[in-house]
């Protein structure tokens, strides 16, 4: 165990994600070659609508942390640069689907793809994307893994139906809305790191702590998400501020400054998260009740909070680069909305 | 091997399903026992959305040939029902994407669950049965039946976009057709036969055997459910007669009438296809266009070709009830239409 103290300290410089990008970029050339390869098929439009999205800008998060959790063990092997793009895919299927459900237009800068090619398309793709997932899982063999990532998976759409379900409820309340971010974004990120510790034959102590730093890191990333679309200054990952609101999502934003709001307040958001506020001066308005009742402070304290859990999760792995850099990554994306 | 020889038989009594039933009935108690306990979720609308489907009168055909299969070999373990509990999760999954990709409103004289809960909904509970039914699988442990059912998933999948690409397209072509209903429908006939091979640790002949029944069948199947969509005799399944036709859907009967029609009779197709012919006018001309060019009778005879080849795969295995059932389930899918 290793007696070094890491801390979210705001006066250090910015953290960035590039340590953890270098550790990992020999490695994710090769995740590349795997998803560049496994998403073709006989049928154009697949590999064309596909690679629209795996090609848009994406940062690679999940096969990211599978790789840097790899080399945090030291791990020597390749398998896990087919199960680093398998984890893509899962991923890439779920965004496909989710832009349908929310009916969105805009993912990263870019138009999404079922604005492009149409819902069915969209739908059918992230299906097969969704099945060439679990065949690359299946082409490495390991039973554990399938098991942690079809878990993962059924958990994922699990919450995505408990988010539908939950929609336009502005009642929704704080636990609810961590059962749902936790199903339908930190599921992903903790098989991603458990998987590593998988492959590299560890034990289940090293996974579990491997689980927890991707559970924690991935709520703590989706709290910060939640935060930057009250965030007026852009430049934020590609986020439209705005949007969760103009779609009335219910994020932990807007649960906090419900409950702390005045009755005038309340009144507001109810009406917006039912869809009847969705103009530029309610937007704005927005923005000011949120701040007005520091949800937004709070939001984002949250975050540090599972930050810092994750953190915690891999202190007692071995230092350097590998823990240096992952660290820095958590650290990254608690202050990305500064 | 056995010198019985089957022959579909126009002179003997109507074949039916029931002694393929009353074969795998207990069996299926037990599948039917797994899929409500594994539709389960804390997430009410899973288990509502699933139930409507799953119990929505549907035959559960492609289960009811992994336990049918399996007494063929005379496996008498239960791994069968896990896995038929599966292929029954898949194939419902793909029922509800298809009917939010087609934009249906009847299935099996049912409102479809997305009139009912909305596409979003239909999506994700799609997703989270899929997910199931891979960890149903994974639970099993048998990579081989796990690497043949993701195969089968990736390939309907595919069919599915090849179909999408090709819509609307009223010169597809037999072959490409073919190409389609071999993916979408006949990929997963072969696999739930084929798996019951795998489970009672049969050869490579066997297994090959089976895969060959259900391709067949599984074609077969298609092509008799695409001809029922112009006999205007209803009673057939549930299928609404002249759903295809009303989504300007490029089946083997049109195809056919395309092919052998004149310059005016393919004039009218392309704009029905187009969408410009929906009217029950429209309608009972395409009838008797499909009739004229003895187009349905053709689709009928390929059919029964598909049939004769799948009753023809397991003609090698023992003389039984099993084989008896399977080859009159095979006459009675061809002779639906009649």
Known sequence: MSATIHRLDPTRPAPSLEPMMSLVAADMNAVNAVILDRMQSEIPLIPELAGHLIAGGGKRM????????AKLLGYTGNRHHRLAASVEFIHTATLLHDDVVDGSDLRRGKRTANLIWG???????????????????????????????????????????????????????????????????????????????????????EEAALDAFGRNLGIAFQLVDDAIDYVSDAG?????????????????????????????DR??????????????????????????????????????????????????FAPGKARDAMTEAVEFAVARAY
């Open 267 to 316: 009144k507001f958001w109810k009406d917006a998260i039912l869809g009847f506020r969705a103009s530029d001066e309610d937007f704005v308005h927005a923005v000011d009740l949120v701040r007005a009742t520091r949800a937004i402070d709070d939001t984002l304290a949250r975050a540090r909070h599972y930050g810092q859990r994750a953190i915690d999760a891999i202190a007692g």
């Open 62 to 69: 999940r096969p990211m942390l599978t790789l840097a959790s």
């Open 119 to 205: 819902n069915p398309a969209s739908i059918l793709v992230g299906d097969f994307l969704f099945s060439r997932s679990f065949e690359l899982m299946v082409e490495d063999g390991s039973l554990k893994v399938l098991k942690i990532l079809s878990n993962a998976s059924a958990v994922i759409a699990e919450g995505e139906v408990n988010q539908l379900t939950a929609a336009r409820r502005v009642d929704l309340g704080e636990e609810r809305y961590l059962d749902i971010i936790g199903a339908k974004t930190a599921a992903l990120f903790a098989a991603a790191c458990k998987i590593a510790a998988v492959v590299a034959e560890r034990s289940d102590g």
């Open 236 to 264: 934020t990952m590609g986020k439209d501020t705005g949007d969760d609101f103009r779609e009335g999502k219910v994020t932990l934003p807007v649960i906090l400054a419900y409950a702390r709001g005045s009755e005038e």
